[in-house]
């Protein structure tokens, strides 16, 4: 297997926007293609991630034509990438084998999505085709109540009580916010306290409205290549150490939802073959499409053990500064999450942490050298772990 | 060739007939259900169809006040996740209880399983028919109290 290295990386300011969703996606390409100092053509593959350009705008068969848009030659192939919120991240794991297994040199990641125009009511209809649609779907279950349910489940079984749980949840919605706040292409730029958090409508008991994420409108786009070229294209390649990703049942399939056993186990291949545990992760974004999402996994990550992360959430332990910062960028929470691309802005925020560039932006992770992103697809049916780091 | 033995028509059938229908498996005594190719415990196809008691248990539950589209004359409506005595876990409607007065207390309840019609504005959920409706096989699990 040979070593893989990130060059550039791009995204769009996440938020409405009123460009399509191959518009978004060639801003955020470009801005990777010159970053890593080459050409469109130099690219081999496209492996484009997008979930509903096909009900959002109509348009199926988006990654041909993003390929051709950005001056990929005809000659390169490229593929749309479907695994719900964790689409991207399936994209850049794809890349990153077919760059260890020798088949291409230089490949292009990412994820474009557009959200906001659907308005609620449909947005939430077309998320929900990522539950399972013949034994579950007819119940009207939407995401916030998946994630509802499994605050329940967790609260029981650790005997937290949901008044507690709830506190330290919109503790996870407050850090989020603060970190978002100074993150100049977060959807939300602004602070919230735990007080305006418990008074907001509710969405799904017990989920109330600033316990969920956003709907948003954007994209993010890296380059993966081998690490000699990556030496070539940029001063400071990036490489990834490890990937795992997880297929899970549907919820009715799970046994137990509070441990998700497709993150445990991408997570561990992730680990296994950097060679690294848990405590070696500098900073994470992490999957908080869900206050209780982000609470729980940290723990299947092994940075927790299992019932106590929501203690070390209002212990300040995954604030930045803390022991481990979880979702420097403001994460799904504050920065938004346009399913398609998520993944790959999680790895934007990852990619520059590790070289150190968020110290103006004051979300500078201090020394940071390993980062992990962690992308949820549906209630779980993908997990997928990337673990990225610098030399020295 | 194989033969899928209890397709989601047939398990919707049974179940609007009263009868909720999974599997038992003949390697590993485990229960199945709602159905699958092969056991959900060793992947075993050595599987008899039976009939299933219809009781379980709530194990948690969500009051969605926000819907997806189609839903929105359903509001406020329960989600439950329970479990059946013979093991399997069901997602369904927890009906009749008022979604406004539930509590926690309802976590560990007895109920039995049922089903109802899909609400009629509901689209994108299984086969969508030349009508551009879905099929009317598609309904909801339910949970009711014994
Ligand atoms: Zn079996």
Redesign the pocket.
């Known amino acids: 297997m040979r070593k893989v290295c990130v060059a550039g990386v791009g995204m769009t300011k996440f938020g409405k926007s009123e460009k399509s969703s191959i518009e978004m996606f060639a801003e955020a390409a470009m801005e990777a293609i010159i970053g890593s100092n080459i050409k469109p053509s130099d690219i081999q593959c496209l492996y484009l991630g997008n979930v509903f350009g096909d009900f959002e705008e109509g348009q199926a068969l988006m990654a041909p034509y993003a390929a051709r848009e950005i001056g990929l030659s005809v000659g390169t192939p490229s593929l749309r990438f479907e695994g719900a919120c964790a689409s991207a991240s399936m994209a850049i794991r794809d890349a990153f084998v077919a760059v260890a297994g020798g088949f291409y040199d230089v490949v292009l990641a990412g994820g474009t999505e557009r959200e906001l125009a659907m308005g609620t009511p449909l947005a939430t209809r077309t998320f929900n085709m990522a539950t399972e649609q013949y034994y579950e779907g007819m119940t009207g279950l939407t995401f916030p109540g998946v994630f509802a349910i499994l605050s329940r489940l967790y609260s029981k079984k650790y005997g937290i009580p949901l008044s507690k749980l709830k506190e330290r949840m919109a503790m996870v919605a407050v850090k989020n916010h603060k970190n978002g706040a100074k993150n100049p292409l977060a959807q939300f730029r602004k602070e919230i306290t735990v007080e305006e958090v418990l008074s907001g409508p509710m969405i799904a008991e017990p989920l109330q409205l600033l316990d969920c994420c956003p709907f948003t409108d954007g994209a993010a786009a890296i380059i993966i290549t081998t690490e000699e070229k990556a030496k070539k294209m940029v001063e400071k390649p990036v490489y990834i150490l490890g990937v795992g990703q997880g297929s899970g049942a549907p919820l009715y399939r799970q046994k137990d939802f509070t441990l998700i056993e497709s993150r445990v186990a991408a997570a561990k291949t992730a680990y296994a073959m950097a060679g690294i545990e848990p405590k070696d992760i500098d900073v994470a974004e992490v999957h908080d499409c869900f206050t209780t999402a982000e609470i729980v996994a940290t723990e299947c990550l092994g940075f927790f053990d299992f019932g106590t992360a929501s203690e070390a959430v209002e212990k300040g332990e995954t604030q930045i500064g803390g022991r481990i910062p979880i979702n420097p960028s403001g994460g799904l929470k504050s920065k938004g999450h346009p399913i398609g691309a998520t993944g790959a802005a999680q790895a934007y925020e990852i990619v520059k942490q590790v070289r150190g560039e968020f110290v103006e932006r004051g979300t500078q992770v201090e020394g940071a050298k390993i980062g992990l992103t962690d992308t949820l697809g549906g209630d779980s049916g993908v997990i997928c772990n990337i673990i990225y780091g610098i030399k020295g | 060739m194989v033969t899928y033995k209890l397709p989601h028509k047939e398990f919707n059938e049974a179940l609007k007939s009263g009868k909720l229908m999974g599997f038992k ?1 003949n ?2 005594g ?1 229960y199945t259900c709602p159905p699958k190719i092969n ?1 959900n ?2 992947a ?1 196809m050595d599987m008899e169809v039976v009939e299933f008691k219809g009781r379980a248990e709530i194990k948690s539950y969500t009051i969605i006040r926000v819907s997806p589209e189609g839903f929105e004359s359903e509001v406020p409506y329960i989600v439950a996740l329970a479990q059946l005595e013979e093991g399997p876990n069901l997602v369904g409607n927890l009906v009749g209880v008022d979604p406004d007065k539930v509590t926690d207390e309802i976590i560990g309840i007895k109920v039995k399983i049922g089903w109802k019609p899909a609400p009629p504005e509901v689209k994108y959920c299984g086969p969508i028919g030349k009508d551009g409706k879905i099929k009317p096989e598609m309904v909801a699990i339910t949970f009711s109290l014994m």
């Open positions: 498996c390697s590993c485990a056991c415990e060793c075993s």
